[in-house]
């Protein structure tokens, strides 16, 4: 099984600021198989970003996807209010998904 | 509008069964591959079980696998979880999520099955 490794744990930043969230594999992802979500309290999960890179139907461009193999961002250029929250990787292999551990964007 | 709503969830005591459902509109049913995701208080995303358009793929995390059934009704658009032999750490709140690209781009509001004594 993958595992899914996020950091940091926790991100403080102000708003207008840039986000930089990291998701490193246990092993070797195709890009194809590599998610993002961000996550609000008591809301369900919204994907943000697919195949690595790809934006999701309504995902501002703010929010951008990169990485290859172990190794991949979520960068978020400037932080609007609305984007604090908790941020999930996700990957696809062997016959199931994994998430990541999630990393929560704080206002500082 | 694309929707998945949830039910069934609720209290049950260890080792009891729940069966959750999952009521889909605003798109073409038959057509997706459907997940079902929980999320323990407090904690991070888990996947629970997987089942393709025509059922004919079905995978379950190792957590759940022989105890949870995942199952769909196209004609009802309509997917399932039947939860067996439940344990404390099934407590979560459930949401089924539509695949595409291998990515989840729907997801329900979720439901919330606590198992308790």
């Known amino acids: 099984e993958i595992v899914l490794t996020q950091s940091p744990g926790t991100l403080s930043l102000s708003p207008g600021e840039r986000a930089t969230l990291s998701c490193r594999a246990s092993?070797?992802?195709?890009?194809?198989?590599l998610a993002w979500y961000q996550q609000k309290p008591g809301q369900a999960p919204r994907l943000l970003i697919y195949?690595?890179?790809s934006r999701a139907t309504g995902t501002p461009d703010r929010f951008s996807g990169s990485g290859s193999g172990t190794d991949f961002t979520l960068t978020i250029s400037r932080l609007e209010p609305e984007d604090f929250a908790v941020y999930y990787c996700?990957?696809?292999?062997?016959?199931?998904?994994?998430f990541g551990q999630g990393t929560k964007v704080e206002i500082k | 509008e694309v929707q998945l709503v949830e039910s069934g969830g609720g209290l049950e005591q260890p080792g009891g069964s729940l069966r959750l459902s999952c009521a889909a509109s605003g798109f073409a049913f038959s057509s997706y591959s459907l997940n079902w995701v929980r999320q323990a208080p407090g904690k991070g995303l888990e996947w629970v079980a997987y089942i393709s358009s025509g059922r004919s793929t079905i995978y379950y995390a190792d957590s759940v696998k022989g105890r949870f059934t995942i199952s769909r009704d196209n004609a009802k658009n309509s997917l399932y979880l039947q939860m067996n032999s439940l344990r404390d750490e099934d407590t979560a709140v459930y949401y089924c999520?539509?695949?595409?690209?291998?990515?989840?781009?729907?997801w329900g509001q979720g439901t919330t099955v606590t198992v308790s004594s």
């Open positions: 996700q990957q696809y292999g062997d016959s199931l998904w994994t």
């Open positions: 092993q070797s992802v195709s890009n194809t198989y």
């Open positions: 195949g690595a890179s």
């Open positions: 999520a539509r695949n595409r690209n291998y990515a989840m781009d729907v």
